[in-house]
């Protein structure tokens, strides 16, 4: 009898060099039921699939519009060493900002061949949106962080928001680079225990995206969507909906609208489930913690297969 759990999928910074070896999934992506997957992968982004995440450069592996396709397709060999070799069932899905592609091809809404290509030209657009920056307050409450963010953004030209709400402790500020430091001053001034500038130089999940939505509605468009068979908790709304038009419409605001990681894991938790996380890292672990679900395994565990088969007997 298969054992129902939640199953979810990370964003972008889980990537990292080696995380195909270190992730005892490189035969996997080497065996030929993938070997048109990782061709196509690099195709789309002009380098070869395994030199580049045995290899690297690093600072290529990092890069929005190269990230994003190589992390779908290394979730997608973890999902499907898992569903190959141990019976699961699982009862929802969900994903952080890029792993929510993840977890729609996973429910067999959007084929793993076409979401490569939509997170490529994704990740090439939101390099295109002007230049901005992320921080993450910490030790402040999301109602006080986002009066100051709307505060700031009076001024038309220091346009900031709220990205990433995480947990009750931790939420990620986005925006144009004044507005995100005028942000991170007033926050530490009104009681947050730090304010990290993140190392990037994409604005996700921001007003400045706001410039990519036409062009990005135009390319979904052109991509065959079904109804998700099995429920997948959105970003934007933290809910699921069957209709594809409205799952286009939230792919599309999700490039400029926060991430309510929060409301996903309360709902996460209240199926009292197992949660796995698919992925090279253990990112979403302190985030579940943090919001009171416990029950949690991770692929980027060695002990990870050891764990889950006691836990499903």
């Known amino acids: 009898m298969s054992c129902p759990v939640a199953i979810v999928f990370p964003g972008q910074g889980s990537q990292h060099l080696n995380m195909l070896s270190q992730g005892s999934i490189l035969d996997v992506a080497q065996s030929p039921e993938f070997s048109h997957l990782v061709e196509l ?183 065959e969507l079904k109804a998700p068979e099995i429920s997948v908790l959105h970003n934007v709304t933290n809910q699921s909906s069957t209709e594809p038009s409205v799952i286009k419409n939230l792919l599309v605001q999700q490039l400029y609208s926060p991430v309510q990681w929060v409301n996903i894991c309360r709902e996460l938790a209240a199926l009292n489930l197992p949660l796995i996380e698919f992925g090279p890292s253990k990112v979403l672990g302190g985030l579940f913690k943090a919001n009171g679900a416990n029950d949690y395994f991770s692929t980027a565990d060695s002990n990870f297969y050891e764990k889950i088969l006691i836990h499903v007997k």
């Open 41 to 223: 992968c690099s195709d789309l982004i002009s380098i070869n699939f395994f030199d580049l995440i045995e290899n690297g450069p690093e600072e290529s592996l990092n890069k929005t519009s190269i990230t994003q396709p190589l992390l779908l397709l290394v979730s997608y060999l973890h999902y499907q060493k898992l569903i190959n070799h141990i019976e699961v069932n699982p009862i929802m899905f969900a994903g952080h900002s890029l792993g929510e592609y993840s977890a729609l091809v996973a429910a067999n809404s959007i084929s793993i061949e076409d979401a490569l290509q939509v997170v490529r030209k994704r990740g090439l657009l939101m390099e295109e949106a002007p230049t901005g920056s992320m921080a993450a307050i910490l030790g402040l409450d999301i109602s006080m962080i986002d009066e100051l963010c709307q505060q700031v953004s009076m001024d038309a030209s220091m346009q900031v928001q709220c990205a990433n709400i995480n947990s009750p402790t931790q939420t990620v500020i986005s925006g144009s680079n004044e507005a995100v430091i005028r942000t991170q001053e007033l926050c530490l001034q009104a009681g947050a225990k730090r304010a990290i500038t993140l190392k990037v130089s994409i604005a996700s999940h921001s007003p400045l995206m706001k410039v990519a939505k036409d062009e990005f509605y135009d390319f979904l468009s052109t991509i």
